[in-house]
């Protein structure tokens, strides 16, 4: 049997065809409309002889007897090498640039780059920034809440916020959340985190006997995690319901399985790291998902992987049916990639 390398010129030529037809129709496809779309004459019949061969070789699948072909997952393989991205239109263009010069976080550039992207190709959008190991601190920020509650705000010099709330055993006040924010703020900005927490500890076994009520305070705070950041990701996913009008083959029980791994964190991570596996910037397509889950067998994925001005690893992708448009999709991908390269906060 050959490889999908031995393909002739005749016979990649006609299965491309025959992808193009399946991606724009969705039903399967007979000889002769490959023949009428042909511009250099070929008939039915030796079409067929070539579908055959193509059938054989597990490229084509016939789902009834008398009725054309549809092509495989190992087509659109195919196909996909012959691509490349198109530009986008330089109104769409400017566009990426404008909405996403207007956000402030790494955050925001994050879901405005998901949505974007499911704007743009009418597929799912994804989008996701990578924490550094080493990650310095800007800021941090203390807001006194209702119930001796307070918000604490930490924001690394990447850009990345972390927001979380904790609750306290005794009441602080205004003035004391902003003495430890600024005492954390003036001796500890430009620090590794991991290195400020350590410091931190020592200064204040080391200097609560001077300052016994501001440092007490302090402690409790240290201990609900002020300076902490987790590394996971800051991810966004937008448009899963585009997939509700697809037909994917799928019993309402599967599409509740596919939406609900759709939205944990954890299962887009391990999407985005296996397929995105290109040197950076070199857009990288998986058609064909079922090893990640059964019910994305028939999705394809087109993502990129680069370094944002922060810093940060980003990866962004788009994923959608096999019958995408793929060239507007490797352009969405590769374009939005260039932007955020490129975009200073």
Do not use: C
Not at 66 to 75: D, N
Not at 143 to 153: S, T
Not at 196 to 203: D, K, P, V
Not at 234 to 260: K, P
Request: overall charge neutral; hydrophobic content about 40%.
């Amino acid at each position: 049997m050959r490889t999908e390398a031995a393909l002739n010129p005749r016979n990649q030529e006609i299965l491309h065809s025959i992808v193009r037809e399946y991606i724009e129709t969705g039903e399967p496809v007979g000889s002769r409309t490959v023949s009428k779309r042909r511009t250099r004459s070929l008939s039915p019949a030796s079409i067929r002889n070539v579908m055959a061969d193509l059938a054989e070789e597990g490229y084509l699948a016939q789902p009834h007897t008398s009725a054309g072909r549809v092509p495989t997952a190992k087509a659109f393989r195919n196909y996909v090498r012959s691509l490349s991205a198109s530009r986008l239109a330089s109104a769409e263009f400017h566009r990426l640039r404008a909405e996403l010069s207007e956000v402030t976080s790494v955050g925001q550039q994050v879901e405005r780059s998901s949505h974007l992207l499911t704007e743009l190709t009418r597929n799912v959008g994804i989008a996701a920034a990578l924490p550094a190991s080493g990650q310095e601190l800007d800021q941090v920020e203390l807001i006194p809440l209702a119930d001796r509650r307070v918000l604490m705000v930490l924001v690394t010099r990447d850009h990345l916020v972390r927001n979380r709330v904790v609750a306290l055993d005794e009441p602080i006040s205004l003035e004391e959340l902003a003495s430890i924010r600024n005492y954390v703020n003036r001796n500890f900005s430009g620090w590794h985190l991991a290195d400020a927490r350590r410091e931190l500890s020592r200064r204040m076994a080391q200097e609560r006997e001077l300052f016994e009520a501001v440092m007490r305070k302090l402690t409790m705070l240290y201990q609900k995690g002020l300076l902490e950041a987790d590394d996971s990701p800051e991810v966004h996913m937008e448009g899963a319901s585009n997939l509700l009008g697809l037909d994917l083959h799928l019993t309402r029980e599967r599409m509740r399985e596919l939406l609900h791994a759709l939205e944990e964190k954890k299962r887009l991570i391990e999407l985005l790291d296996r397929f995105l596996e290109a040197p950076g910037g070199e857009l990288a397509v998986q058609v064909g998902l079922g090893d990640v889950h059964p019910a994305m067998q028939e999705l394809a994925l087109i993502g990129l992987t680069f370094h944002m001005p922060t810093g940060l690893t980003a990866k962004i992708a788009v994923l959608g049916p096999l019958r995408m448009n793929y060239e507007r999709v490797m352009a969405a991908v590769l374009n939005m990639g260039r932007t955020l390269e490129s975009v200073h906060l």
